[in-house]
């Protein structure tokens, strides 16, 4: 029974180091989107400051320049997040504006790579 095993023993071994270990090489970063913020007549500035200090973490200088970028052009990126936490962003923003009584817009939109 001995000389069984031992005649076994280097017949596995040499079938387990035939294996190779197979690499992941598909991996990348997620898909980035971006938060862009709309101007309209009923939303005050002051409002759109206080959405992007608490919304998404401005310091008060930076949300004072987002906002009369906004005011001037329309429309300003206000934020690039993954997929997930630029819509939890625009969805907390959208419920703070309408419970305000504002019609506050913001979208998401992929990232141009």
């Given at each position: ?14 079938q ?5 270990e197979k690499?992941?090489t ?73 419970s ?14």
């Amino acid at each position: 029974m001995c000389l069984f095993f031992y005649t076994f023993v280097p017949i596995m071994e040499q079938q387990q180091s035939s294996f190779k270990e197979k690499e992941r090489t598909g991996l990348r970063e997620p898909r980035r989107f971006k938060v862009i913020i709309y101007n309209d007549d009923f939303t005050t500035m002051e409002f759109v400051v206080k959405i992007l200090t608490t919304v998404f973490y401005k310091s008060p200088a930076e949300a004072e320049a987002l906002m009369m970028q906004v005011h001037k052009s329309q429309s300003a990126v206000v934020g690039i997040y993954t997929y997930d936490i630029a819509q939890s962003k625009v969805q907390k923003a959208t419920r703070m504006a309408r419970s305000e009584g504002f019609p506050l817009r913001l979208t998401v939109a992929p990232e141009e790579e």
